[in-house]
């Protein structure tokens, strides 16, 4: 269990740090029988630090209930 707090805790310092993603895909523009011209799409995903912090803080509460045990 404590692995698990340790690892929660190290994903909300990740979210804390990086704060956006972007990934692309490919999509199709035109298709003349067999021409294909594709095109890559970002798309960005953005979410806030204090996710990241809240993450953190469950780590640690999932920590400390570990080792009251």
Same mark, same amino acid.
């Given at each position: 269990?404590?692995?698990? #707090? %340790?690892? &929660?805790?190290?994903? #909300?310092?990740v ?5 956006? %993603? ?7 523009? &035109? ?5 294909? %011209? ?5 798309h ?6 204090? %996710?990241?912090? #809240? &993450?953190?803080?469950?780590? #640690? ?9």
């Open positions: 269990m404590k692995t698990a #707090g %340790i690892f &929660v805790l190290i994903v #909300g310092l979210l804390t740090v990086i704060t956006a %993603i972007t990934f692309f895909t490919r999509e199709k523009v &035109v298709e003349l029988g067999s021409l294909a %011209i594709t095109a890559d799409k970002p960005h995903l953005y979410w806030s630090p204090w %996710i990241g912090v #809240g &993450v953190m803080v469950l780590g #640690g509460l999932i920590i400390l209930l570990s080792s009251r045990k």
